[in-house]
């Protein structure tokens, strides 16, 4: 408990030494530590006597995030497979590494691996950037003798999962971005530009259209409503936002509405299938008990209606039914997924089946990405050229009006 709570407490001080082992070879290093005896210490445990010794503050650098464990995890994994020792293994891709963070990161795991924790449990310690997913999976890969195989699954799992959550996030920043950039041009249109041919309107005393007037009321308002329609809009949204992100009946019930929409439906629920087999072949394969990774499988779909459903298809199996027939009774996976489950279970391939259908899925995804991009764009045309063009010409109306009159 005190070594825990002086490791805790200790500054976050990177220092690089230089040394002599025992053979008189000149050898460098990095090591995390309290202060310049720490390192001297450690490395004459090693048989190293040191040098020289250079303190260095790790900078705060930018945030750690998935793409740049997935980046660690195949670096390790390469590195094992090719021999090099686990401990020198963290101390190259910690030096590698231009984010301070992730290089601090590193270095704290390897610090917790040297002083004989094992790997999976020195990972547990950071929650934050390793899932319970990825700590079983190590665990297993440890227990087994078969850490490399598994570092190298876990990098592709990681990958795949990176890659599925970029092109649906691609599919959806077309239309938003092009919402947001017509939502200012309309605000600038109802606050500046109307006005304007308001004034010239007023002074030639005739009676506008009906057209025209709705447009120059909805000016009237922005001008003297703004604060209120942008309060509503942005805070509405934060509201939304916090709501979904809190509550869980809210999560369930947005979770569902996207996977019934009729356009994004089918993309969320491909992009989800997509994950859920990959991540329960990927756990399978690694030898973990089916009970155990079901477990793990339905908080990382990224949808609650699938995570429900996993926990009862997990209750079913742990009560002796088999995967398809439990996942059949869940409702929520298409037939294709539940025949290929079907085959992996009369053939004693369930895990590769189901690598099989996550790469369906996948390519389903990267398709319906490519043809979503293709249709958004003439159908986002029209709405914008009906909304603007709408506009203008109710402005323009009395112009016409007075040019018949003349």
Known sequence: MATAMAAKSAPDFIFEWEGK?????????????????????????????????KKRRL????????????IFTRQLSTMMKAGVPLLQAFDIVGRGSTNPRLTRLLNE???????GTSLSSAFRKHPQYFDALYCNLVEAGEAGGILEELLSRLALYQEKTIAIKQKVKSALIYPTAVIVVAFGVLTVIMIFVIPSFKEVFTSFGAELPAPTLVVMAMSDYFIHYWWLIFGIIFGG????IQTWKRSEKMQFFMDRFLLKMPIFGDLVMKSVVARWTRTLSTMFAAGVPLVEALDSVGGTSGNLVFAQATQQIQRDVAAGSALTTAMTSANVFPTMVLQMSAIGEESGALDDMLARAAEFYEEEVDEMVKGLSTLMEPIIIVVLGTLIGGIVVSMYLPIFKIGQVV
């Not at 795991?109 to 002083?115: A, K, Y």
């Open 237 to 240: 949204g934060y509201m939304f």
């Open 59 to 70: 900078s705060g650098g930018k945030s750690i995030g998935p793409k740049d464990v997935a």
């Open 109 to 115: 795991i390897r610090g917790d691996v040297e002083t």
């Open 21 to 53: 082992d025992r053979t008189g070879k000149l050898v460098r290093g990095e090591l995390r530590a309290g202060g310049e005896a720490a390192v001297s210490a450690s490395m004459r445990r090693q048989g190293i006597m040191v040098t020289k010794v």
